[in-house]
């Protein structure tokens, strides 16, 4: 029965509940991500550097300094990433304009074409689990990440209206 005064309903936070929703997540990370790790093996590339060509591709210009930030990996491990990814011509670094000590990271034509192809594919997994499950599932589904995302990092993402179904 859902609690009157809170409008919580305690059902969903049961043990087998919120075991189910691990799972659920464990699985579904599972196969959004098969796709573009096949896509990735074939440059002998892996998840880190898939997520740095995103967010590259993301924020044009954006620092090593910010990408490690939203990264939250050392600047070791991302060193050998983006070194990589830099000798083989998939993104390029600059010096800023103001303080030509930091490194401005953006991507070549080689990598937007590799990242428009592993997010192509995540998008259109995302399309269609958005459409199956309607607006308000949705925008339920966004609370949700969000409240799983640290407190610090939520602002960066912009409230959004209701999802109206089209």
């Not at 796709?35 to 993301?58: C, Q, S, T």
């Not at 103001?98 to 990271?105: A, I, N, P, S």
Request: hydrophobic fraction near 35%.
């Amino acid at each position: 029965m859902t609690d009157v005064k809170t409008g919580i309903n305690p059902l969903f936070l049961r043990e087998e509940e919120l075991r189910q929703g691990l799972e659920l997540l464990f699985f579904a990370y599972r196969d959004f991500t098969s796709e573009p790790d096949a896509i990735l093996a074939e440059y002998g590339f892996g998840r880190a550097h898939h997520r740095v060509i995103y967010f590259v591709g993301r924020h044009p210009d954006i620092t090593v300094s910010d990408l490690l930030e939203i990264l939250r990996i050392t600047k070791q491990s991302l060193s050998r990433v983006l070194g990589q990814l830099v000798r083989e011509k998939f993104i390029t670094q600059r010096p800023g304009l103001k303080d030509r000590r930091q490194r401005l990271l953006e991507l070549t034509e080689k990598g937007v074409e590799l990242e428009r192809q592993l997010t192509e594919r995540q998008r259109g997994c995302m399309a269609r689990a958005y459409r199956e499950a309607g607006g308000e599932a949705v925008e339920g589904f966004r609370k949700v990440l969000l409240g799983l995302v640290e407190e610090a990092d939520r602002g960066r993402f912009p409230s959004r209206g209701p999802i109206r179904r089209g």
